[in-house]
């Protein structure tokens, strides 16, 4: 199964501490600057939706948002365009992406320092219902690619995986590893 799609979303600490209205001027700047690969284009603000998408930057392959869907307030990056290479190639894309945005909010001031990455809570989610299906079969699949990814990504700490199972859904797995890592160091881990 070739994925596409993916997205990668890491959990805030404190969410009941984050104010999402200053990152609409923190987004505009980001399209002003462009510090990414993806050309961002404009900023929609979706907090009158409950639970829902948050406050996000719209690009062309890609978005980044504070999405709080079901509950869980975190950065998420969305990959819209296809991109080539393997499943692996295309995990670490998306985890990469996310964890920059990550580290760019934890170190804006205009931000106060509420808005840090928790550590060890993420959530891998595939985009496309009809070539990831939220089943069982996905999950055999993916389940290789997924692994090697994880065991990059937190070197030799144990971590756990809960996939979702309503058909309805996205194909998700939500990651918990047994101990907490900063952004920089896993980035550090996808580098290696």
């Not at 819209?80 to 190639?89: F, I, P, R, S, V």
């Not at 797995?173 to 920089?184: D, N, P, Y």
Request: hydrophobic fraction near 40%; glycine fraction near 8%.
């Amino acid at each position: 199964m070739q994925l596409q799609h993916v997205n990668v979303k890491l959990l805030v600490r404190n969410p009941g501490q984050v104010d999402l209205e200053p990152l609409i001027p923190v987004f505009h700047n980001w399209i002003q600057e462009q510090p990414f690969a993806e050309m961002l284009l404009d900023v929609a603000d979706y907090r009158h939706v409950h639970e829902g998408p948050g406050i996000m930057v719209i690009g062309h392959q890609g978005n980044y948002s504070v999405d709080n869907t079901d509950g869980r307030l975190g950065v998420l990056y969305n990959r819209k365009a296809a991109l080539d290479g393997e499943n692996g190639d295309r995990l670490r894309q998306a985890a990469r992406a996310a964890l920059l945005a990550c580290q760019k909010l934890e170190g804006d001031d205009r931000l106060g320092g509420k808005l840090q990455f928790n550590g060890h809570d993420l959530e891998i989610m595939v985009n496309d219902r009809l070539l990831a299906p939220n089943s069982e079969s996905t999950r055999i699949a993916c389940q290789d690619d997924i692994d090697r990814f994880l065991t990059q990504l937190f070197g030799d700490a144990n971590y756990s995986k809960n996939y979702g199972n309503d058909p309805r859904s996205r194909f998700r797995v939500s990651v918990k590893a047994v101990r907490s890592f900063s952004v920089g160091d896993l980035l550090a881990n996808l580098k290696s």
